[in-house]
């Protein structure tokens, strides 16, 4: 089945500092990569997506690039900000057939930046 | 443009009691999905929709049962709450056909004391 391993939080930066959140997964076929963000108290939003291998999803200041032969799909940001403190999910699902769009999600990245 | 709304927001539960989430979209969309959320565990998939009359098993369904009367709304019901099932619900909606991308909603946050 599918899985989605997240590197281990929690993360504190100061804030300029640079940012990477690891995520590799596992799956059959060509999953379509995600990362999702939860804000303090509210719900997840979608931060950006890749649908095919080589694909740099982008938002945000946010980047991450698919990679096939790592399994990987890690997060970036050159700068960051403190209104960029949240919860980061890396997430997958398999397109089309019987997926049905469900997602596989990593555990979560606890993000803390500092003024 | 309310997207995905779960009502309640909050509960607290004394164990062996009953109660029902309710998810509505306004999107459209055929798909809906429970999930609950459990620290350091991410989201896991409760139960599943894919059109109006339709459910199907997630990755943990023991002790819920759902409804898809509404191509709208998705309910979540729990009929004898354990502690096991404290945690943050959340409903979400997509349509595949058109992209892959899945709105959530703002959450519930259940506790069974």
């Known amino acids: 089945g599918n899985s989605v391993t997240q590197m281990e939080g929690p993360v504190t930066l100061s804030e300029e500092a640079f940012l990477t959140i690891n995520c590799t997964y596992t799956?059959?076929?060509?999953?379509?990569l995600f990362w999702y963000v939860q804000y303090p108290g509210e719900g997840l939003q979608l931060l950006l997506k890749?649908?095919?291998?080589?694909d740099k999803g982008s938002n945000k200041g946010f980047e991450a690039t698919y990679r096939k032969e790592t399994t990987s799909f890690h997060l970036e940001k050159g700068s960051v900000q403190v209104s960029d403190s949240a919860v980061y999910f890396c997430a997958l699902t398999n397109a089309g057939g019987t997926s049905y769009g469900k997602l596989t999600f990593g555990q979560g990245t606890i993000l803390t930046v500092h003024p | 443009n309310a997207g995905v709304t779960q009502t309640p927001k909050f509960r607290v539960l004394k164990t062996g009691q009953s109660m029902t989430l309710l998810c509505a979209q306004d999107?459209?969309?055929?798909?809906m999905y429970w999930y609950r959320q459990d620290p350091g565990m991410g989201l896991r998939l409760i139960h599943y929709?894919?059109?109006?009359?339709?459910?199907a098993k997630g990755e943990v369904p023991d002790g819920y049962n759902v409804s898809r009367l509404k191509k709208q709304n998705f309910l979540l019901g729990l009929e004898s709450a354990a502690p096991s099932q404290t945690s943050v619900y959340f409903c979400a909606s997509s349509d595949p056909m058109m992209n892959t991308e899945a709105f959530f909603g703002q959450g519930t946050r259940l506790t069974v004391v």
């Open positions: 999107m459209n969309h055929e798909y």
């Open positions: 890749a649908t095919k291998a080589d």
């Open positions: 799956a059959t076929g060509y999953p379509s």
């Open positions: 929709s894919v059109g109006e009359g339709t459910t």
